[in-house]
């Protein structure tokens, strides 16, 4: 369980996952078409001096944490990146650009999570082995896991 401390400096870098997710939500990608959103979690993980390898299956990213502590343990943690084709009509301030394409199933709010958890985990490497994070691209209909 996380200490009351490390609750708060994950609270104080949620204004920043939540702009996030809402720049996915307003600029949502069909599977396989995720090059925006591909670049959004790029950059991002480049800026926490994340290993990143790009164009799995396409469009996917992987990012590699490797724990202060070397061991041959690996976990992998995976968010899907897709939207659906589907016109929003929420109103929200931040919905949809694109239309007919909309983040109706929340891989928007999936990808800034994982983002989160990146930067908790690049900030907090105390661990054994490595952490790989998979963005992965077309899970709604296109079958990105077999890309």
Do not use: W
Request: with cysteine; proline share 3%.
């Amino acid at each position: 369980m996380l200490a009351n401390m490390e609750m708060n400096e994950i609270t104080d870098f949620l204004p920043e996952i939540t702009a996030i997710r809402r720049d996915l939500h307003a600029h949502p990608e069909l599977g396989f078409q995720e090059e925006r959103t591909s670049e959004v979690v790029v950059k991002e993980l480049r800026q926490l001096g994340i290993e990143v390898a790009e164009r799995i299956g396409g469009t996917g990213v992987i990012g590699t944490i490797r724990g202060s502590v070397a061991g041959k343990r690996s976990i992998g943690l995976r968010a899907d990146m897709d939207a659906l084709p589907i016109q929003e009509i929420t109103g929200l301030p931040y919905a949809s650009t694109t239309d007919g394409q909309m983040h109706a199933c929340g891989h928007d709010g999936h990808t800034a999570m994982l983002l989160g958890a990146a930067r908790y985990l690049s900030e907090h490497n105390e661990f054994t082995g490595v952490v790989h994070l998979i963005f992965q691209p077309a899970e709604e209909t296109l079958k990105g896991a077999l890309g």
